[in-house]
């Protein structure tokens, strides 16, 4: 394999352990704890292997060439291969985007962001903060203290241990931390379908509607969303009637849309390539 020569291409400098992605939402662990620098990785390996943080914004399949955009070193300004493109970092050297051939392409851009997982701990937190505020309403705290996760099905598995998490902390973190909010915390499930993971055979849908039931997680199943406010979710419940639900915090898995380097790759890819 020491011929193979590997260029690993990615906005961001390191490799994520996702499952471990709900434990930072709900502030647990602290981000360091679930990374490992890239290049950490790649200068044990006996190949050639270099790592550029950017981002790819074209494939061009017929041609076989990779289009990204970052921050380089204005020595790779006499590239001739290089083109125009707006670089949105703060340090900003002479070249901003580029184009390199490839012979084997490894598509794997992800889905689980730190970032989201950050948000969601910002989200959650300023929740707790706000219902302890002196002068809140017992309303004002229930609505503060309802959590909300849309979605259920298997792609949405990390929202699962996400709400795992947020009973394990709500249990066993709130009294110490928060004794005036103890025991006032609610987290809802929403999924439209008739149970979560409906693909699958019975025993892991079984499995996971009892472990939530044992949690006290309420799970709103043949439930839709029909619109969401500032301060509530608005739902379908399965007799068709509208109900609107005060919330806090909510969480969308209910579907991942498509990056956009990835819809326009698809569609450049030939017809007698495609099954």
């Known amino acids: 394999m020491e011929e193979y020569s590997v260029v690993v291409i990615s906005p961001k400098n390191y490799f994520l352990f996702t499952p471990l992605l709900p434990s930072v939402a709900v502030g647990i662990l602290h981000p360091c704890s679930i990374f490992q620098p890239t290049r950490h990785i790649t200068r044990h390996k006996s190949r050639n292997v270099s790592v550029i943080e950017a981002e790819a914004t074209d494939v061009d399949p017929t041609n076989k060439m990779v289009t990204f955009t970052g921050t380089f070193p204005s020595s790779d300004a006499l590239d001739p291969a290089l083109t125009g493109s707006t670089d949105n970092s703060e340090i900003k050297g002479a070249t901003s985007s580029t184009s390199i051939k490839y012979d084997y392409l490894v598509y794997a851009v992800g889905a689980e962001r730190l970032h989201d997982s950050e948000r969601m701990q910002r989200g959650f937190m300023d929740c707790l903060e706000t219902a302890a505020f ?74 996971t509607e009892s472990t939530f039931k044992e949690s006290e997680i309420d799970m709103l199943m043949k439930t839709m969303v029909k619109e969401m406010k500032e301060r509530s979710i608005v739902l379908q419940i399965p007799n068709k009637s509208i109900k609107e639900v005060p919330c806090g915090l909510v969480v969308w898995a209910a579907g991942n849309k498509g990056r956009k380097i990835t819809q326009d790759s698809m569609a450049k890819v030939p017809t007698e390539w495609t099954n």
């Open 134 to 207: 002196p002068g809140q309403s017992p309303e004002e705290v229930d609505r503060l203290l309802h959590m909300v996760v849309v979605g259920g099905g298997p792609m949405e598995i990390y929202v699962f241990y996400f709400s795992g998490e947020l009973h394990d902390f709500l249990e066993d973190d709130l009294k110490s931390w928060y004794p005036e909010l103890a025991g006032k915390a609610k987290i809802t499930l929403i999924e439209a379908l008739p149970s979560v993971f409906p693909m699958f055979n019975k025993q892991p849908i079984t499995y």
